[in-house]
């Protein structure tokens, strides 16, 4: 089992802001975007290390799907990523459609 602490040195462990459950790509851009704002995050997982869950079994990239016929699982879950991206005028230069959404989650909801 992965337990991970992050955030300001010198904080009592005991006194926590923020539990993260999941230590794939999500997890983290949500631990890294609370952790210098001040907040005491924990991250758990079930896994003894970092994005070996879902996030591995995706290439640890949500990407256009273009590759993938529409009608399968694979291109259902991935084509429709870009356009949120979009839709929520998200700013992505140099990541991934997965840690756009994942940072703009962190951002407007966890404040």
């Given at each position: 089992?992965?337990?991970?602490?992050?955030?300001?040195?010198?904080?009592?462990?005991?006194?926590?802001?923020?539990?993260?459950?999941?230590?794939?790509?999500?997890?983290?851009?949500?631990?890294?975007?609370?952790?210098?704002?001040?907040?005491?995050?924990?991250?758990?997982?079930s896994a003894p290390t970092f994005g070996t869950g879902t996030t591995s079994r995706?290439?640890?990239?949500?990407?256009?799907?273009?590759?993938?016929?529409?009608?399968?699982?694979?291109?259902?879950?991935?084509?429709?990523?870009?356009?949120?991206?979009?839709?929520?005028?998200?700013?992505?230069?140099?990541?991934?459609?997965?840690?756009?959404?994942?940072?703009?989650?962190?951002?407007?909801?966890?404040?």
């Amino acid at each position: 089992m992965l337990k991970q602490t992050f955030g300001r040195r010198g904080v009592a462990k005991e006194k926590l802001d923020c539990v993260v459950i999941g230590a794939g790509v999500v997890g983290i851009a949500i631990a890294r975007e609370l952790a210098p704002k001040g907040r005491e995050v924990l991250v758990l997982d079930s896994a003894p290390t970092f994005g070996t869950g879902t996030t591995s079994r995706h290439s640890q990239v949500i990407h256009a799907g273009i590759y993938y016929p529409l009608n399968s699982l694979k291109g259902e879950e991935t084509h429709g990523v870009p356009g949120l991206v979009n839709l929520f005028g998200i700013e992505s230069p140099g990541l991934t459609s997965s840690m756009a959404i994942a940072e703009y989650v962190a951002t407007r909801f966890l404040r």
